[in-house]
């Protein structure tokens, strides 16, 4: 079945540096999100980006879309201790069931 | 809004005994969806509803996993009989779409132990 797949699996970084996760999928899509996992805790959402759109911002975080490679990245400026988590992309498949699939995540640590 | 609330926060059982999770959706929302995430597997989606209505159980493991929504602010994911392998935690989101691809709000989920 169709999977998001991050890369890398883990990152490690230092307070104040920039952070980018990938993500890549199989086949076409309606949209692509974002999620964040803080330890123990649910899952928490942090953007959508559509099929049409290329780039979308929030605070911090800078997603592209590259459908042509099947491709996104999330990208955290000016990383924090507390932005420490696990981060998922999550895919629903065009013409598909309409249902989200995750990916296995990226762990992020980023450290004072 | 308290967002979605899911009871118990955890749950430690023998094998073979019933487990029955619980979710309360957010308020207005009409979608609402159980997923269990373990390391090997990751985070998979069990069964989902649409204004209460089970629109896809594809990923329901076996006939000991049952759900059910009987309104729209309530929802049980029931294992009967337990078995250590689904050890897991146990996920309730809600969306305010009908369909499943737009954004969804998690609850914190239960962590479920099988012995």
């Known amino acids: 079945s169709q999977q998001g797949e991050e890369d890398p699996q883990a990152l490690s970084i230092q307070e104040g540096e920039n952070a980018t996760m990938n993500c890549s999928y199989k086949?076409?899509?309606?949209?692509l999100q974002w999620y964040r996992q803080n330890s123990g805790r649910g899952l928490v959402h942090l953007i959508l980006i559509r099929s049409n759109e290329r780039e979308k911002h929030s605070g911090r975080l800078r997603v592209t879309l590259d459908t042509s490679k099947k491709s996104s990245s999330l990208l955290i400026t000016a990383s924090r201790a507390a932005d420490t988590a696990s981060y998922f992309c999550?895919?629903?498949?065009?013409?598909?069931?309409?249902?989200?699939?995750f990916g296995k995540g990226t762990k992020l640590t980023v450290n004072p | 809004d308290a967002g979605v609330i899911q009871s118990p926060r955890h749950e430690v059982t023998e094998m073979g005994q019933e487990v029955t999770l619980r979710c309360k959706p957010i308020?207005?929302?009409?979608?609402l969806f159980w997923y269990r995430q373990t390391m090997m597997r990751g985070l998979e989606l069990l069964i989902y509803f649409n204004n209460n209505v089970p629109i896809d159980d594809s990923g329901m493991p076996e006939d000991r996993f049952s759900a059910k929504m009987p309104n729209a602010s309530f929802s049980t994911l029931k294992i009967q009989p337990s078995e250590p392998r689904d050890s897991a935690v146990y996920f309730c989101a809600s969306s305010l779409y009908r369909v499943g691809s737009e954004t969804q709000y998690f609850g914190p989920g239960t962590r479920l132990l099988v012995l």
């Open positions: 999550a895919t629903d498949m065009k013409g598909g069931s309409e249902k989200l699939v």
């Open positions: 308020s207005g929302h009409n979608s």
């Open positions: 086949t076409s899509i309606n949209n």
